[in-house]
C-alpha cells in the first residue's frame, strides 16, 4: 500500500475524530483520555499489513484505502416492519443501533427480569460513567489490534448489559445492529459491555445486518466479564452486505469457573474478520469456541481466535466449520497460548472446512504456544468436498440431488449450530442458515418446515 | 407386463467390460437370486439398476416398468419403485435416521403425488419398522450409519426398504458378514414384506440366505454372464459343488 493511499484513509479518520472530540468534550476525563490514548496508538500502528503474523492471511487494503465519516441517525426512517425478518422470537430485550447509534423507538426492553440491566452505552456513559469506569476498556487489547485501538478512538455507543449476582435470564437479549442505505461510504464502531455478575447466567445476541447495499465499515469490539460461576454465551451474527467490510473482535474476561460460550455465524460481507480472544484469568474456566463460516463469490471470512490459558484447570474447546463455494476466501487462525502457571490445561481445537468449488479456498493455521508442562492440547483441521457416495445414497433413497446437497450441507453446518443451547437461538441461526447456503443449493424438495432440527423425532 | 426387463446389457467399469450381455426378466411378485463368484459382475448389475455414476453402459436397453431406467436420475429410480439395499451402506453424519427416512419418504410421496406426511404420522410407522428388524429405538435419533456395527447398518438398510416399500427390492450382499442371529432378522424382515405385487433380486455369494429366503428363480453369473439358470434347487447345487465347476466351464469355452 502508497504511503498517499494511507495518508487519505488516516486523513479521514483524523477529521471523524476531531468531530467526536468536540461533540464529547463534555464527558468524563478518564473516558476522554481513553479515547485520546487508542487514536494515538492507532495513528502510531496504523493499518496491519500481511506481514503482521497474525494478519498474514488477510489484506485490509481494501478498508485502509477508502475514506469513511461517520455515519449520522437514520433510525427515524425506519420502522420495526423493517427490522422483521431479523427479529428472534422470544427475546427478553431488544436494543436497536441504526448505523452505530441507539434506536430507543425500535428497541424493546420492557420489563426487564429483575437483576438485568440493558440499554445503550451512551445512555450509560451519560447517566452513570462512573459505573463503567473500573471495566469499560480495561479487557480490551489495545496494543495487538490496530482495528480495537479504532474501536476504542471512536467509542460512543453500543449494548450494555449487566447481570446480578446469581440472575438467570432464560431468554435471549437481542443487540441488533442496522445498516441502512446512506449516500456515501460510512463507518460505525459500537462498542459493547457485557457485565455477567457471580452465578449468573444468560444468553446474548450480537447480530450485524444491513438494509440495502450500501457499503459499510463496521469495526465493533465487545468486552465480556464473567465473573466467577457465571454461565454466559455470546453468539456473533454477521450478515451484512456483499459490499461491507466487517471487523469484530470479542475480548472475554472469565474468572474462576466460569463458564463462556462464543458462537459466531459468518455469512455476509465482502471482508470479514472475526477475533475472539478469552482470557482464562481464574482457575476452572471453561470456554466454548464455537463458529461457522459459509462463503460465496469474492468473499473474504476470517476468523482470529486468541486463547489465553493463564490459570490452572482450565478448558477451552475451539470448533470452526467452514463451507466455502464461488471464489470465496476462508481463514480459520487458532491462536493457544498456555501460560507457565495454566498447567491441566485442556485446549482442544478443530476445524472442517467443505469446499464447493475449485477456486474457493482456506488457510487453516493452528498456532500453540506452551509454557506449562502438564498439559492437553490437540488441534486438528480437515479439508474437503461434499461426500459424494453420501450424496449418491441420499440420492438412491428419492431425494433429488439440490435436496440432497442441502441436507448433507445443512448437517455440516449443524455440527456447529447444534452446540447453540439456547433454543430461540439456535432456531434463529438454523434459519439463516438454511436462507444462505450457497446458492444453487437451498432448496426445499422435502416438504420439510424451515425451522425443524435433524434430531426432532429423537 | 414385466416389472423389469433386462435385455442384452454390457457395462464397463473405469474401461473395463464387466457386464458381458445380461438377459434378466423379473415379473411382479418374483424372488430371483442371482448367484456367483467374486467378480463375476453381481454387484456391477446392482449398480447399474440403480444408477450410479461410474458405471457406463455400452449397449442393452433396461425396462422398468415399462420405462427406460438407464434415461432415469438415481432419485426418479427410487421414486419409481427400485430399493436397493447397499452391499456397504454410506455413514451420513448429522442427519438423523428419522429424519433422513422421512424425507425420503416424503420425496417418493410428492413423486407420486400424495401430501407428505409430518413428524407425528412418520414416528409410529418408523417404530413399527424398527421393531421389525429387532432395532433399538434410539437408532431414529443417531446419525444414519454413523458408528453403527455391519449389523446394524445391514438392518438399517432394511429398515428402509420396509419405509419405502419399493416394488422392487435389490439387496446386494446383504447377508455377507452376518453371523446367523443377524441373518435371520434381516431374513425375517425381508420375509414379512413379501406381496405379491413386489418382487426382490438378491445378489448373493452364499446359499445360506436362501434357507431363509427362498427364491423363485436362481441364476448364476460368471464372467459378466448369467451361465446358468433355475430354481432353487439350483443354488444348493452350487453350495455342493462351489462355483469351481462354473469357472471351469468357462475355462472350456
Known sequence: MSTVTEATGLGSYLEAFSEMRQRTSHQPEWLRTLREDA?????????????????????????????????????AELTLEDLKPFLIADAACRL?????????????????????????????????????????????????????SLNTAFLEDGGYVRIAKG???????????????????????????????????????????????????????????AEENAVIAHHMIERENRTSFHISTLQMHQERNSNVSSHSVLIGGALVRNNVHPVLAGEGGACLINGLFLGDDSQHLDNYM???HASPHCASHQFYNGILGGKSHGVFHGRIIVRKDAQQTDAKQTNRN??????????????????????????????????????YYLRSRGIDETSARELLLFAFAGECTGRIRSTPIREHVERIVRQSLPEGMTSDGTGEGAERRWEEIG | MSLLEVRDLHANVDGKEILKGIDLVVNP?????IMGPNGSGKSTLAAVLARREGYEVTKGEVLFRGKDLLEMKPEDVACEGLFLAFQYP?????????????????????????DPLDAIDFLPVLKEKMKLLEMEEQFQSRSVNEGFSGGEKKRNEIVQMAVLEPTLAVLDETDSGLDIDALRVVANGVNAMRREDRSMILVTHYQRLLDYIVPDYVHVLANGRIVKSGGPELALELEREGYGWVEEALAAK
Open chain 2, 29 to 33: 411378485g418374483e424372488i430371483h437370486s
Open chain 1, 354 to 391: 467443505l469446499l464447493l468449488s475449485d477456486d474457493a479456498q482456506i488457510d487453516t493455521k493452528p498456532q500453540l504456544e506452551i509454557y506449562a508442562d502438564d498439559v492437553k492440547c490437540t488441534h486438528g483441521a480437515t479439508i474437503g468436498q461434499l461426500d459424494e457416495n453420501a450424496l
Open chain 1, 39 to 75: 487514536f494515538g496508538q492507532f495513528c502510531d500502528i496504523g493499518f496491519p499489513t500481511l506481514k503482521d503474523e497474525a494478519w498474514r492471511f488477510t489484506s485490509v487494503a481494501p478498508i485502509a484505502r477508502e475514506s469513511f465519516s461517520l455515519a449520522e441517525g437514520g433510525a
Open chain 1, 167 to 225: 440472575t438467570v435470564l432464560a431468554s435471549p437479549i437481542h443487540l441488533l445492529f442496522v445498516s441502512t442505505d446512506l449516500d456515501s461510504p460510512v463507518m460505525a464502531h459500537p462498542r459493547n459491555l457485557i457485565l455477567a455478575g457471580p452465578n449468573s447466567q444468560a444468553d446474548v445476541v450480537e447480530e450485524h445486518v444491513s438494509l440495502g447495499d450500501a457499503k459499510l465499515f463496521s469495526n465493533t469490539a465487545t468486552e465480556l466479564v
Open chain 2, 90 to 114: 454410506v455413514e451420513v453424519p448429522g442427519i438423523s435416521n428419522a429424519y433422513f427416512l422421512r424425507a425420503a419418504l416424503n420425496a417418493q410421496r410428492k413423486y407420486r403425488g400424495e
Open chain 1, 96 to 148: 436497536v443501533f441504526v448505523n452505530g447509534r441507539f434506536a430507543a423507538e425500535l428497541s424493546d426492553c420492557e420489563p426487564l427480569p429483575a437483576g438485568v440491566e440493558a440499554g445503550s452505552l451512551a445512555a450509560e456513559i451519560g447517566s452513570n460513567p462512573a459505573a463503567l469506569k473500573s471495566s469499560l476498556g480495561r479487557h480490551l487489547d489495545l496494543g495487538t489490534d490496530p482495528f480495537c
Open chain 1, 306 to 308: 486468541l486463547v489465553d
